[in-house]
């Protein structure tokens, strides 16, 4: 009987993410891996980012739903600070599209939301996912 699985229970992933899995069990890197869009490739519209600030930006972000006040005071400091600086990972659309999972998972404020997506230029992420959207349905013709 060792090895064998007595529940049959299949790993159910609505979001097909690999942070949904990554919560629950170590299975997260084989399904980002397999996932259909492949929000890593560059496809010359500058969409390669910063992989350590992506995680530390987006692990701010999750420190906003926090009960806690000043932890989430710290985080917002720090994300205004991040936008100052490098204020090009809020032009990135695989950041604007895990930033969307991750506060579609978790409980954030109406203001919290707001302030979330008013770090974004909204302007540029759109022009660059309609040119990559015309990109991939051309070649498909």
């Known amino acids: 009987m060792r090895g064998e699985d007595l529940f049959n229970l299949e790993v159910l992933n609505p979001y097909e993410d ?17 996932q259909q869009l492949d929000l890593d ?3 010359g519209l ?3 980012t910063n992989q350590k600030l992506d995680d530390k930006a ?8 926090s009960v806690l006040g000043k932890i989430e005071r710290k985080a917002t400091k720090e994300l205004n600070s ?5 204020g090009e990972i809020f032009e990135s659309p695989i950041f604007f ?7 579609d998972k978790g409980k954030f ?13 909204t302007v540029k992420i759109m022009e660059t ?12 013709k």
């Open 97 to 103: 599209l895990k930033t969307i999972r991750l506060v």
């Open 58 to 65: 987006l692990s701010l972000i999750n420190h906003l739903s």
């Open 18 to 34: 690999s942070t949904y899995i990554s919560l629950f069990g170590n299975h997260g890197d084989e399904l980002w891996a397999n």
């Open 109 to 121: 404020k109406y203001k919290t939301r707001n302030f979330i997506f008013g770090l974004f230029d």
């Open 41 to 43: 490739a560059d496809d």
């Open 129 to 140: 996912l309609v040119k990559r959207s015309k990109r991939g349905t051309s070649g498909r």
């Open 46 to 48: 500058g969409l390669q």
């Open 82 to 86: 991040i936008k100052s600086n490098y």
